[in-house]
């Protein structure tokens, strides 16, 4: 299983809007609402911030957005503040009953 | 309140199995819906999923890794144990614990321990 497809980096501005692609296959992505996204500020261990596509668990702020349409998957951050600066990763359930990664992307504030 | 932690060797000799456990609180296996994962992280590199026990005792694997990987769960002790025989300078990486629940977030990871380095070197 190939890990989904990311942008190795993005960048912006505080208040600023960025947008984050996850691309699989029609075996991943494409299959199932089952992405969800990880933030990973450098040193520490992943944290949730998006599932089912596009649901926030309780906590994360509403900046974060997620959407998909065919084979990839968007994180969105709006209004991004300096603490936004980490590795994201995206997460899909594959029809192999399996889970594959993306390939990370970092997010830089200028 | 949720906690995970990994336990296990710093570093292992190539070909030699590594054993690590990772023992949880807040929750319980026994529970409809709860599973455990467990994910790796090569220095500077991308997260990759390893493997997969639920409630029920469902096991699911990476498919690049079935042959290599077993986990297991010891109810009783709130704890899951991965195997991974063969071990390669190439397994070198952060290992990490997470904990899903069907009811709640689905498949999603809600719950990360901070993870325990492994390095793979003669």
């Known amino acids: 299983q190939s890990a989904l497809t990311q942008p190795p980096s993005v960048s912006g501005s505080p208040g600023q809007s960025v947008t984050i692609s996850c691309t699989g296959t029609g075996s991943d992505v494409g299959s199932y609402n089952r992405v969800s996204w990880y933030q990973q500020p450098p040193g520490t261990a992943p944290k949730l911030i998006i599932y089912?596509?596009?649901n926030r668990p309780s906590g994360v702020p509403d900046r974060f957005s997620g959407s998909k349409s065919g084979n990839t998957a968007s994180l969105t951050i709006s209004g991004l503040q300096a603490e936004d600066e980490a590795d994201y990763y995206c997460?899909?359930?594959?029809?192999?009953?399996?889970?594959?990664f993306g390939t990370g992307t970092k997010v830089t504030v200028l | 309140q949720v906690t995970l932690k990994e336990s296990g060797p710093a570093l292992v000799k190539p070909t030699q199995t590594l054993t690590l456990t990772c023992t949880f609180s807040g929750f319980s296996l026994n529970t409809r819906g709860m599973r455990v994962s467990w994910i790796r992280q090569p220095p500077g590199k991308a997260l990759e999923w390893l493997a997969r026990?639920?409630?029920?005792?469902?096991?699911i694997y990476s498919t690049s890794l079935k042959t290599s990987l077993t986990i297991s769960k010891d109810t009783s002790k709130n704890q899951v144990v991965l195997t991974m025989t063969n071990m390669d300078p190439a397994d070198t990486a952060t290992y990490y614990c997470a904990r899903s629940n069907w009811g709640s977030y689905d498949h999603a990871l809600d719950f990360w321990g901070q993870g325990t380095m492994v390095t793979v070197s003669s």
């Open positions: 089912d596509v596009s």
């Open positions: 997460l899909s359930y594959t029809t192999r009953s399996a889970y594959v």
């Open positions: 026990i639920d409630w029920d005792g469902d096991k």
